[in-house]
């Protein structure tokens, strides 16, 4: 293109940059358009409306704007007595240009010296034509000329397409979402995968290029991963389903690690900039101002969604500043160049950024995990790495976003006022914390990483991610001097507790033991409590009441001595266990109702399950299954509310115990049933074997006796592993009068008699699945709902009544992307194919639909 000059006249620059005709009828489409009927519909919808003049189609390069404009202006094509115009301003280099092609697009042929709504009025004041503007957002400052144009030809329509909003009164902003894919980590059925729109694209469009490509069960997995980590933008799916001829699903997915350099080698026939992924962002990016800019480099770093108060944090922060402030030396702050809540707003309206909803915290009405997060698609996320990293400010936001959730961990002031909130918070939040613990293993001070790592232990534990905690603690523990006696006894006390839970009992006590000689000599008692409550907890799971007691009394002490009503609620359900064993059941509930007391106090949520969940198996130990329910149940609704995830698949499992003592075989399936998957999830290895051994004693209720006898014999190498055979099993052991107890013991002493070889505890689990799945019994709730959250609740009842994804996303103030994610996880949890069918299910229950 010849360069300009500001100065240049408009009609010179006319002259030498615009074609005698500007504006044509629809251009013609040769691929097929998919996934997007409810959007067609929305838009068709708003430009039949007489109210409705200026529309906007926003979103991201590559999402499909135009295409859907297309689409929509083909649909209504008949209902404008002049027709559809299409102009595209893709090749348009100055926004002073736009009076001129407007003109031309409405039927003006010379744009002379009167003025523009003058000259509209004379030859098109009674044109009723659709006018589809493509490509609008590097021209804005020509936006005002859209309503001139509009008020001087009232029969007018604008289609607009941008990925920036024009902010014009009177301007109804469509965002155009990425297509809607399958979780990769919850896949429903190939057939299901296969209707998913961001799938069908990828398939039609690999199809075309390799016409042998078919979507089957073997590669559907790695289809729908692709379209996760592709976002579901159309182009980059395009992009991507073009190297089908060359490359098979699970290759191509092995290779979309760095996303950018494989998404190339677009149709030669579209623009420039639309040929590789990297130059759809890139175009985008160009348009930011420099402060811009540096505030989405910035933001890049960020790993998943993200609150505005850690944007504020980290956007302008200086890691530097807070290594300073850490060690109490003076660092001036530089002042922001740009209102961080101002730049975040222009980055979402120019579509590098949103709104996301998230669906954790549900714990009570304050929680965090209400807060609605930022988020970047990962595509945009990896090309604002790479500019990071070209900007050499890569280590410095690195550093300011791991002192950002370090902070976070530690603020006394959440996690004292109520931990399941810090739980909410880091639950959604993980991500982040996972980056973070990366950046500081690899490149952060060496403290930093174990500090943060210990902080996290209670978390890890309470929400099910035990595994993945120790794997941290570990590595933390490796790299880490033991110059901080203190901290390295609190990550080794955390890591104990990752150990017990995943069933590696000894491993578990040697990490309590170093902690306490750690505490010990350095005279920190916190370190010592939090060591010897670890052990005196494995002392109760292997029944050496002595020790138990020992212990607990020590921790009693200890905990009077500090006043540490959270630990004093530890030691005492330790110390009512240890009593409960030794037969002195009346002063384990003194001890229990003592220990509630205290966890009520501090509102330890999680204690207060646990505690509940011991009241409930003793109170059974006593014959006294109805009240026993009453407070196994209570447990349950309480590790619910707080998202324990290891509390309700412990309880769950003794539910089904419990129902089996009551002689409801049916009952004691569905608690199996519901149980087993958090089991699997948790993998805590006593409530693996419980849960297997459970739905073993059921298989011989109902005469399958073979079954139960295997299932039985897979659990024995684990106990052995763990040293404690059935015999020892203080669980399986504590009451004579549980004739379900008797019933496994009895298995146990049978299974030496097999022949058949013994199943591997996965193998187990997958022939439980299937046993408890075989029919079903009463469920505990007649509610077909049940399965859902709340959240899924409240889609589900304007799913009911007819709403699109879209309706529903505006109704609940949550982006579209979620909504349609929502209303995936309904219909999976449903067993439903549709959503006809998923408010049939309902409607045959007579739920009401509210």
Known sequence: MTKMSRSDPPQAILRDHIPGQDSKSIPPVLTSFLGREQEVDLVCALLRRTDVRLITLTGPGGVGKTRLALAAASAVSSEFDDGVRFVSLVTVPDHRLVPNILARAVGVQEFGAMPFAEQLRNVSADTETLLVIDNFEHLLLAAPLLIELLVACPRLTLLVTSRERLRLSGEYDVPVMPLAFPDPEYLPPPAQVAIAPAVQLFVERAHSVNPAFRLTVANAAAVAAICHRLDGLPLALELAAARSNHMSPAMLLARLAHRLPLLTGGPRDVPARLQTMHDAISWSYNLLDP??????????????????EAAEAIAWSNGDEWIAQEHHLSSPLQPPLLSVIDGIASL????????????????NETNYGAEPHLDMLETIREFGKDRLAA????????L??????????????????????????????????????AWGLECGPSPLALRLAARLGPYWLCRGHQVEGRRWLER??????????????????????????????????AAWEEARSLGC?????????????????????????????????VIVAICRELDDRRGLAV??????????????????????????????????????????????NLRAEQGEFEIALVWLEESLAISRTAHDHRGVSETTVDLGWLALEMGDTGRARTWFAQGLPGVRQVNRQRDTIFAIEGCAVLAAAEGQRSLAMRLVDATVALRVEMALPVEDDPRVTASGSFSARRALRQLAGATSSLTAPTWSLEEALRQVATFVSMSSGPTPSSDPLGVLSVREREVFALLAQGWTDRQISDALYISRRTASKHVSAILAKLGAANRTEAIGISSSNNIPHQ
């Open 348 to 363: 979402i309206d120019k579509s590098l950024m949103q709104w996301v909803d998230v669906p954790y915290g549900s714990h």
């Open 571 to 616: 030691a005492l359900h330790n110390l009512g266990w240890a009593e409960a064993s030794m037969g002195n059941t009346a002063r384990a509930f003194e001890l229990f109702d003592e220990a509630l007391s205290h966890a009520r106090a501090v509102s330890e949520i999680c204690g207060l399950a646990h505690i509940h969940n011991s009241i409930g």
């Open 391 to 398: 900007s050499g400010e890569e280590d410095d936001s690195r």
């Open 521 to 553: 000599a350095a005279g920190n008692r916190h370190a010592e409590l939090t060591a010897v409550t670890g052990l005196s907890a494995l002392a109760v799971d292997v029944g050496d009441e002595v020790a138990a007691t020992e212990l607990s009394e």
């Open 476 to 509: 933390a523990l490796e790299r880490a001097s033991i110059e901080d006696s203190g901290l390295r006894a609190a990550a080794l006390s955390a890591l104990g507790n990752l150990q017990r839970h995943l069933g590696k009992d000894a491993l578990a006590k």
């Open 400 to 437: 300011a976003h791991f002192a950002y959730y370090l902070d976070l961990a530690e603020d006394p002031a959440l996690s004292e006022s109520d931990e399941q909130l810090a739980f909410d918070r880091m639950e959604s939040d993980q991500a982040n914390l996972r980056a973070a613990l």
């Open 291 to 308: 402060t811009e800019q540096r505030l989405f480099r910035r933001l890049a770093v960020f790993a998943g969604g993200f609150t505005l």
